[in-house]
């Protein structure tokens, strides 16, 4: 498996979720990792960006509400996801990160996440 996210599923607003994406090492090892999300309609977005020495990043509307995490051992990214607002309702994906990771080919099967009362 190259790419795999999961964990996604339907939670109500202010709920929590954790997903959990296992790359391959080709694509893991010595790489930023970054988490995207797909809503209906829009294009896919950087969420969260975590290097490979660990440092972190994240787009404004989710700052304070998600943590991007690695386990460089089990070549695996978290995406912990609290105060979940409907707008974050998306299919979410990880993949590398680059600096043009738009052309980007292969994203794997992503996750949905769907954040609804």
């Known amino acids: 498996v190259q790419l795999q996210a999961s964990g996604g599923g339907l939670v109500q607003p202010g709920g929590s979720l954790r997903l959990s994406c296992a790359a391959s090492?080709?694509?893991?090892?010595?790489?930023?990792m970054g988490w995207y999300r797909q809503a209906p309609g829009k294009q896919r977005e950087l969420v969260a960006v975590i290097a490979s020495g660990g440092s972190t990043n994240y787009v404004d509307s989710v700052k304070g509400r998600f943590t991007i995490s690695r386990d460089n051992a089990k070549n695996t990214v978290y995406l912990q996801m609290n105060s979940l607002k409907p707008e974050d309702t998306a299919v979410y994906y990880c993949?590398?990160?680059?600096?043009?990771?738009?052309?980007?080919?292969?994203w794997g099967q992503g996750t949905l996440v769907t954040v609804s009362s």
């Open positions: 090492r080709s694509i893991f090892s010595l790489n930023h």
């Open positions: 993949n590398r990160f680059v600096r043009d990771w738009r052309t980007l080919n292969y």
